[in-house]
C-alpha cells in the first residue's frame, strides 16, 4: 500500500538523536535554542518558541495572548479538531466559521457574522499548506481589534504576498509531526514579532517557573525535548528541497486529473503559496454518482492510500456542550466534507508510487464516470 505520507529521515537524523542522548541534557537546551533560532530565520520570524507539539502551541499562543474563560476564538469549521479544542483548555469556546472552496481556508466573507463581543481571536488555518486569505482576514480582524492567530501547522515555507504564512499575524504555530514537510516526531513552534508574547510563551510553556520552585501564574510542561530540537535541525535542512519535491509531485498530479470530468484539482493561487502539505480532490459533478467513499475504498483495492481531512468539527461531540450551529451558514464544510479526500503525497515518494497513483485514480474515474 502506497502510504499517504511518510518522514523524511536518514542517518543524519539518527546520528543527530544519538548524540543528544550520549550527552548529559536531554530536556530543552542549547540543541532547542538552536533549532529556534535557525527556524525564525529561515521563515524570517522574529522570535519562535519550541513546544512538544503543534496543539500544545495552539495552547500556549492562546495562553499568551490573554485567552480566556468566557472568550471567543473564531477557527474554520473544517480542520483539525485542536485548532479549535485548545481554546476550551483555557475556558474559552470555538465558534466555527465556514471555509471557502478554492483554498479551504477560513472564509473571510462569512468572518464578521462570527465575530462577537466576545471575540478575542481569529485562528485561520493555512489548510494543505495552502496560505489562506490573509489580506481580507487581517483587514477584518484589524477593524475588530482582534489578535490573529495563524494555524500554520501544515504550511511551512508556504507564503502569502512577500511574507511567510506564520509571520503576517499576531503570532502563528507550526507543526512537526511525521506527515508534515519536516517532523520531529512529535514538536511544535510557536513564532511572534512581539518580544512581550515571546516572553509570555516561553514562560508558560516552563510552569510558568518565576524562580526556583516559584509559581505565580499558571503554566505547564509542553517544553520540546532536546532531541527533537537536534532532529529539527536536521529536518530544517532538508525542507526546502522537500517542497520542491512536494510542488513537483503535484504538478505532475493535476497535470492529469484536471482533465477528469467531475474531479476538482487544489487550486493554486501562485506556486509559492502552496507547499502541498496535503493534495486534496473533491469529486462531484460529471460523476456517476457522488461517492466519495467509494473512491477512496476503489483506491485501497488498488494499493493506494487515501483519507478524509478533515470532517466538519460542529459534529464532533467534544463540541456538543455549545450551541447547536447553524448549518446554513456552513454550506462549504459540509459540501467538502461528503466530498473531499487525499492523495499520497511526500518528499520520498518514487516517480514509480506517484505514476502508480495517478493510474489508480484514472481507473477509479472510469469507473464512477457518467
Same mark, same amino acid.
Given at each position: 500500500?502506497?502510504?499517504?505520507a511518510?518522514?523524511?529521515?536518514?542517518? *543524519? =537524523?539518527v546520528e543527530? !538523536?544519538?548524540?543528544?542522548? &550520549?550527552?548529559?541534557?536531554?530536556?530543552?537546551g542549547?540543541?532547542?535554542? #538552536? +533549532?529556534?533560532?535557525?527556524f525564525?530565520?529561515l521563515?524570517?520570524?522574529?522570535?519562535?518558541?519550541?513546544?512538544?507539539?503543534?496543539?500544545?502551541?495552539?495552547?500556549v499562543a492562546q495562553?499568551?495572548?490573554?485567552?480566556s474563560?468566557?472568550?471567543?476564538?473564531v477557527v474554520?469549521?473544517?480542520t483539525?479538531?485542536?485548532?479549535?479544542?485548545?481554546?476550551?483548555?483555557?475556558?474559552?469556546?470555538?465558534v466555527?466559521?465556514?471555509?471557502t472552496?478554492?483554498?479551504?481556508?477560513l472564509?473571510?466573507?462569512?468572518?464578521?457574522?462570527?465575530?462577537?463581543?466576545?471575540?478575542?481571536?481569529?485562528i485561520p488555518?493555512?489548510?494543505?499548506?495552502?496560505?489562506?486569505?490573509?489580506?481580507?482576514i487581517l483587514?477584518?480582524?484589524a477593524?475588530?481589534?482582534?489578535?490573529?492567530?495563524?494555524?500554520a *501547522? =501544515?504550511?511551512?515555507? !508556504?507564503?502569502?504576498?512577500? &511574507?511567510?504564512?506564520g509571520?503576517?499575524?499576531a503570532?502563528?504555530?507550526? #507543526? +512537526?509531526?511525521?506527515?508534515?514537510?519536516?517532523?520531529?516526531g512529535?514538536g511544535?513552534?510557536?513564532?511572534t514579532?512581539?518580544?512581550?508574547?515571546?516572553?509570555?510563551?516561553?514562560?508558560?510553556?516552563?510552569?510558568?517557573?518565576?524562580?526556583?520552585?516559584?509559581?505565580e501564574?499558571?503554566?505547564?510542561?509542553?517544553?520540546?525535548?532536546?532531541?527533537l530540537?537536534?532532529?529539527?535541525?536536521?529536518?530544517?535542512?532538508?525542507?526546502p528541497?522537500?517542497?520542491?519535491?512536494?510542488?513537483a509531485?503535484?504538478?505532475r498530479?493535476?497535470?492529469?486529473?484536471?482533465?477528469l470530468d467531475?474531479?476538482s484539482?487544489?487550486?493554486?493561487r501562485?506556486?509559492?503559496?502552496?507547499?502541498?502539505?496535503?493534495?486534496?480532490?473533491?469529486v462531484?459533478?460529471?460523476m456517476h454518482?457522488?461517492?466519495?467513499?467509494?473512491?477512496?475504498?476503489?483506491?485501497?483495492?488498488?494499493?493506494?492510500?487515501?483519507?478524509?481531512?478533515?470532517?466538519?468539527?460542529?459534529h464532533?461531540?467534544?463540541?456538543?456542550?455549545?450551541?447547536?450551529?447553524?448549518?446554513s451558514?456552513?454550506?462549504?464544510?459540509?459540501?467538502?466534507a461528503?466530498t473531499?479526500?487525499?492523495?499520497?503525497?511526500?518528499?520520498?515518494?518514487?516517480?514509480?508510487d506517484?505514476?502508480?497513483?495517478?493510474e489508480?485514480?484514472?481507473?477509479?474515474?472510469?469507473?464512477?464516470k457518467?
Open positions: 500500500m502506497i502510504p499517504l511518510k518522514p523524511n529521515y536518514d542517518r *543524519a =537524523e543527530a !538523536a544519538t548524540r543528544i542522548l &550520549s550527552s548529559d541534557w536531554l530536556i530543552s542549547p540543541e532547542t535554542e #538552536s +533549532f529556534e533560532t535557525e525564525a530565520s521563515i524570517g520570524a522574529k522570535h519562535a518558541v519550541a513546544v512538544n507539539s503543534g496543539s500544545s502551541a495552539l495552547l495562553a499568551a495572548l490573554g485567552i474563560a468566557g472568550d471567543e476564538v474554520p469549521n473544517m483539525f479538531v485542536s485548532t479549535a479544542s485548545s481554546a476550551m483548555y483555557l475556558g474559552a469556546r470555538p466555527f466559521c465556514d471555509i472552496m478554492d483554498d479551504y481556508g472564509d473571510p466573507e462569512k468572518l464578521e457574522a462570527c465575530i462577537t463581543p466576545k471575540t478575542r481571536a481569529v488555518v493555512h489548510y494543505g499548506g495552502q496560505s489562506a486569505q490573509m489580506d481580507a483587514e477584518i480582524s477593524k475588530h481589534e482582534i489578535p490573529v492567530i495563524e494555524d *501547522a =501544515e504550511s511551512h515555507l !508556504a507564503r502569502f504576498g512577500n &511574507s511567510f504564512t509571520t503576517l499575524g503570532a502563528g504555530i507550526f #507543526s +512537526f509531526t511525521p506527515s508534515k514537510p519536516m517532523t520531529t512529535e511544535g513552534m510557536v513564532v514579532g512581539d518580544p512581550d508574547v515571546a516572553k509570555r510563551a516561553r514562560s508558560i510553556r516552563s510552569f510558568c517557573d518565576a524562580g526556583k520552585f516559584q509559581w501564574s499558571l503554566g505547564f510542561n509542553f517544553r520540546m525535548p532536546e532531541v530540537g537536534a532532529i529539527g535541525r536536521v529536518q530544517l535542512k532538508k525542507l528541497e522537500s517542497i520542491r519535491r512536494r510542488r509531485i503535484a504538478s498530479y493535476s497535470e492529469v486529473f484536471s482533465g467531475g474531479v484539482t487544489p487550486y493554486v501562485r506556486p509559492e503559496d502552496h507547499n502541498f502539505q496535503l493534495y486534496t480532490v473533491r462531484g459533478s460529471g454518482r457522488i461517492d466519495r467513499d467509494g473512491w477512496m475504498s476503489e483506491l485501497a483495492s488498488r494499493g493506494v492510500s487515501s483519507r478524509l481531512y478533515f470532517p466538519t468539527l460542529h464532533q461531540g467534544v463540541f456538543s456542550r455549545f450551541p447547536k450551529a447553524d448549518e451558514l456552513l454550506k462549504n464544510a459540509l459540501d467538502y461528503a473531499a479526500f487525499s492523495l499520497p503525497i511526500f518528499a520520498t515518494l518514487s516517480d514509480a506517484r505514476d502508480a497513483v495517478i489508480a485514480v484514472v481507473d477509479v474515474h472510469q469507473k464512477f457518467r
